[in-house]
């Protein structure tokens, strides 16, 4: 066959490399690195020994790297007149997010299934009610909630703080499953109620199993908010149960002796890990879930 | 016998009035196609029989038992969607037994009853997958198995080949009417599509506005619509109109006179009204052929050749006239071309109420 010579443009368009694109990279490159300095600092800070740190080099890399600090904010670390290191803090943190989570997202997903299919009088005002609250601030609802746990006697007890994560995770659960069952066809629903299942059955056999991703974008939402939490902890979880936030905040701010920065650096990466994990195993997913938080909370 | 009895029953939301009073009694074996636009209620109409929707007033039975408060999976009826609604993370063995284990059927019953779908639908070899690895095809056979296995009276239909290519659909189209030779249910079908309604139907219900304008067989329909809505709403392409005047024998438009002489009065009687005088575009002829008789003469503005036959278009004192002749006519744009017109195919309605006359 006879080769035609084609003179002019033809083929893909040539990608050209613009001065403004450069501009937007370089842009984004300085931010990236505006974000990356402090995490570099903390890293290199806490493998070095006291004595190197006091030469003031912030950015040299240790001469010696050791894991010291990190044991010793593990275990070791005093918080007050305790010095069993962060860990009773992470074991509390634990303790307080699995079951929050666990508890806000059913809640949430269920609330959300039945207001985008079990429409019922005044099912719109019930929503417009839950997600008002996502916009009270907390600040309002404190007091009148310490003197509530007050008086059931859950104030300062693992249940009242979870039972606190759980009312404050409810309108954004609600909300994030709510819209994501109206993005699901009507028909499907339909189709199961004429082959007879029941609220129940069409929730747990046919809703729960294709709600799997909003659910991850759930757990993400709720594990990042409930780990990062301060306020709430410090409040309502009591003395026994604080969070690994506070114990965070009780080590760095602890004036007794030295002040070891090295160890204060590797306690807070220890408290910001778990965030951190969930944000490198679940990158997709993690952005979907601030998108949906931003967007429609 | 009836089979499904809908008895002045209306629907209003809250700034709509989507179904008017409506009475419809459906016989027992009957394919009742429920024909019209998007926005007519008949959809509504279908989810009402259903059980889907609450409705406002009057009641609906089904096998002469009022289920007008009943849940839709007590009125012994089985639903096709257009989306199909397959349950996703099922297989297609699931999606069927599904409303038989919800019920508590036994294992052996379900069993055999997914086997006789199954085997009347042809979809054996893909019990064991999972929707998203069928064709559209096939599942919307799987959703009329779903119907199937439920073992009911009534099939309902909604829109179930709008979202199929129309190759499918055609061949989807005789499936579903061999199926109900073969079952002999009662079926009630939604669509918008005036082939499949005229193709399927025992009987059309046209709806315009939640009312129903003409319920009756397709060869009615399509010969003696009973409005200028029905007539323009059935037939590609649509009817041809002209509006002017009957006196006497003649309808009178302009300069022109077309001699009635042949057509079917509904009353008897002299005519002295203003009416429109419609025509289909097969009824036309560009020969003179026996008993037609000479309208006009104009030139040709469009040719649509689509193989069989050819659509000729004509303005038409500011109207868009079309004529389908056979395929192999020799036409050329711009040409005159002489119109005729068969005055017993004709098709007059009144100006006032626009009803047939």
Redesign the interface.
Known sequence: MEQIQLTGPHGPKPKKTTVSRLGVYAFLFSAAVFFCIPLYVMLITSLKGMSEIRLGELFSLPGDPSFAAWVKAWGEACSGVECNGIQTGFWNSVKITIPSVAISIILGSINGYALSFWRFKGSNLLFGILLFGAFVPFQVVIFPLIIFLREVGLYGSLTGIILIHTIFGMPIMTLLFRNYFSSLPDELFKAARVDGANFWQIFFQIMMPLSIPVTVVAVILQTTGIWNDYLLGLIFAGRENLPMTVQLNNIVATTFGVREYNVNMAATILTALVPLAIYLLSGKYFVRGIAAGAVKG | MNSISIKELDLKYQDAHVLKQLNLNIKKGEFLVLLGSSGCGKSTLL?CI?G?LDISAGQIWINDRNVTWE???DRG???V???Y?????MTVEKNLS??LK??GMAKGEIRERVDRASKILQIEPLLHRKPSELSGGQRQRV?IG?ALV?DVEVFLF?EPLSNLDAKLRADLRVEIKRLHQKLKNTMVYVTHDQVEALTLADRIAIMKNGEIQQLSTPADIYHKPCNLFVAQFIGSPSMNLLEGRIVGENFVYQDYRVNLMGYEFINQGDHDENAFLGIRPEHLALEPRDGYVKLISAKIDILEPMGDETIVWFDFMGRKWSVKVHGDHQLKWDEDADIYLDPKKAHLFAKQGEVRL
């Open positions: 989810n259903a889907l849940e839709p999976k009826i089985g639903m969607f257009q989306s609604a397959l349950y996703p993370q599904f409303g919800v019920k959703a779903r439920r909604d």
